[in-house]
Nanobody, 120 residues
Framework: QVRLVESGGGLVQAGGSLRLSCVAS????????MGWYRQAPGKQRELVAD???????NYADSVKGRFTASRDNAKNTVYLQMNSLKPEDTAVYYC??????????????WGQGTQVTVSS
């Protein structure tokens, strides 16, 4: 079965940087869109960024100019470089991906999340 595992979260001061990684493993034919979502306590999960297989990106307005999504298709990995972090960025960050595991089956998968905490 396909698994997505995030890493790179942690505690950082405001203005600092972190790089999140998400690796997809298992029986994979093709990964199409990959994306990052986040959820803060008491708030709904929101899209942060996504990136197509052709590397076209889309960002939430709140992170434009600060966050950069990228991917390495050979490694089945998506990254989120987060710069100029703000306390408002504190959340659990989740990776998801649209994956074809066989010629006939294509589904969306989610990781378990990684905590990002930005102190003031």
């Amino acid at each position: 079965q396909v698994r997505l595992v995030e890493s790179g979260g942690g505690l950082v001061q405001a203005g600092g940087s972190l790089r999140l990684s998400c690796v997809a493993s298992g029986f994979i034919v093709t990964i199409y869109r990959m994306g990052w979502y986040r959820q803060a306590p008491g708030k709904q999960r929101e899209l942060v960024a996504d990136i197509t297989r052709g590397t076209k990106t889309n960002y939430a307005d709140s992170v434009k100019g600060r966050f950069t999504a990228s991917r390495d298709n050979a490694k089945n990995t998506v990254y989120l470089q987060m710069n100029s972090l703000k306390p408002e960025d504190t959340a659990v960050y989740y990776c998801n991906a649209d994956i074809a595991m066989t010629i006939e089956r294509r589904d969306v998968y989610w990781g378990q999340g990684t905590q990002v905490t930005v102190s003031s």
